[in-house]
């Protein structure tokens, strides 16, 4: 079993960056994929960023070039730096292993 906690989310203005963390525990973390979702109001959950064990990554077209996800195996930890934000960024924010899921954090950007 994993536990996933995302951190990170909060206020900002259009233009503005982020860091958001995915904290896990209670697996051998080096070993797995983590992946970053997102779902606004009113709208279906929709893939954002993923980083494989060895630290391949790729990412959904709406973010690419504004978002980097990253991993520190030391740390058990996936972050996922935003850059560029625009109000529809605005979600609230989970990572996955493809099994399990954290609580998820709000970004809200403000125009």
């Known amino acids: 079993q994993v536990q996933l906690v995302e951190s990170g989310g909060g206020l900002v203005q259009a233009g503005g960056s982020l860091r958001l963390s995915c904290a896990a525990s209670?697996?051998?973390?080096?070993?797995?994929?983590i992946d970053w979702y997102r779902q606004a109001p009113g709208k279906q959950r929709e893939f954002v960023a993923f980083?494989?064990?060895?630290?391949?990554?790729d990412y959904a077209a709406f973010v690419k070039g504004r978002f980097t996800v990253s991993r520190d195996n030391a740390k058990t930890t996936v972050y996922l730096q935003m850059a560029s934000l625009k109000p529809e960024d605005t979600a609230v924010y989970y990572c996955?292993?493809?099994?399990?899921w954290g609580q998820g954090t709000q970004v809200t950007v403000s125009s």
């Open positions: 996955d292993t493809g099994t399990y």
């Open positions: 209670g697996s051998d973390f080096s070993s797995i994929a």
């Open positions: 980083i494989t064990s060895g630290g391949t990554r």
